[in-house]
């Protein structure tokens, strides 16, 4: 899960999009906006305001922002292979 705490400890994982690449997140696809950024607080918010994007670690959360960014994780971990982690 995405821990956005009172004490704001950011866990971000990396996913492998390798096998998605070439129909969603290559130039003009349809997730291209989202593709080599920390795009969850844009997920959380539920925008594409570029502003929401790479900014995790200054970005606060309403609880129900925190719950839809723990479904799209859930979404996600089925989806895309983890293949790293950020803690910062």
Do not use: R
């Amino acid at each position: 899960m995405f821990l956005m705490s009172p004490i704001q400890v950011y866990l971000l994982w990396v996913y492998c999009l390798t096998l998605y690449f070439l129909e969603h997140y290559k130039k003009d696809g349809s997730y291209s906006f989202f593709a080599g950024k920390d795009c969850s607080v844009a997920l959380a918010k539920m925008s594409f305001d570029p502003v929401y994007m790479n900014c995790s670690n200054d970005a606060s959360l309403t609880p129900k922002e925190q719950e839809i960014l723990n479904q799209w994780f859930e979404k996600f971990k089925d989806k895309y292979t983890i293949i790293g982690k950020i803690k910062y």
